[in-house]
């Protein structure tokens, strides 16, 4: 099994309609993060979180919201999708004690709003 | 103005022919510099961290390098199964900081 586990792995979805992506992982990390990817945009980040009682927000957090239910779990929330929403969305995880600053990353989901 | 620029956009090689990737970075004060690789429809893995001015790291056929100012993965002989993307990140010396991605360098070796 996978480390960090993302679901939905693929989801269409219609515009206006509320959208839940999750997150759960097995390393044991403190820090988990929400980032979006788009051809010729790379990675930009969207919510991260230090730990249960830390929400953070990233370079693009207008339209989402996220909720850490605990260590081990980190869902993306879109209230109202709308078009510019699709992407291939990925979940990531390090560790606090960590000196590389290592980020472990879910297999992604992708999303379309039509 | 992006903190981190990866050169060229993609860059097509033909098997064995050596050649360098580019990142470049404009944060004020470094903790550190990271290199992953993305292989389509996966997410990145890991596969280096680079701290200080001049250090240097190996694996396989790639190795990266770091100056104050950028940083360079060098393929050596590449072979099919080294294309991907390659994604440098770096992130600021407070250390609480999330890492900052460039937008890649798509990389196609043939054959």
């Known amino acids: 099994d996978a480390d960090v586990t993302q679901t939905p792995r693929n989801r269409i979805t219609k515009t206006g309609k509320r959208i839940m992506l999750e997150c759960s992982q097995t390393k044991g990390h403190d820090r988990m993060y929400w980032y979006r990817q788009d051809p010729g945009l790379g990675l930009r980040l969207i919510y991260y979180?230090?730990?249960?009682?830390?929400?953070n927000k990233g370079e693009i957090s207008d339209g989402y919201s996220v909720s850490r239910q605990a260590q081990a779990k980190f869902s993306l929330s879109l209230e109202s999708a709308i078009p510019n929403q699709t992407a291939l969305y990925f979940c990531a995880t390090s560790d606090l004690d960590s000196n590389r600053g290592e980020l472990f990353f879910g297999e992604g989901s992708r999303l379309t709003v039509l | 103005e992006d903190q981190v620029t990866q050169s060229p956009e993609a860059l097509r090689l033909q098997e064995g022919e050596s050649s360098s990737l580019n990142c470049s970075y404009t944060v004020s004060g470094l903790r550190g510099l990271f290199w992953y690789r993305q292989d389509p429809g996966k997410g990145p893995e890991f596969l280096f961290t680079l701290y200080s001015a001049g250090e240097e790291k190996e694996k396989e056929r790639l190795k990266a390098t770091l100056t104050k100012k950028e940083s360079f993965l060098h393929i050596t002989a590449p072979k099919p199964e080294d294309s991907a993307t390659y994604l440098c990140?770096?992130?600021?010396?407070?250390?609480?900081?999330?890492?900052?991605f460039g937008k890649g360098t798509r990389l196609s070796v043939i054959a």
């Open positions: 990140a770096v992130q600021e010396d407070s250390g609480n900081t999330p890492l900052v």
């Open positions: 979180s230090f730990d249960v009682k830390d929400i």
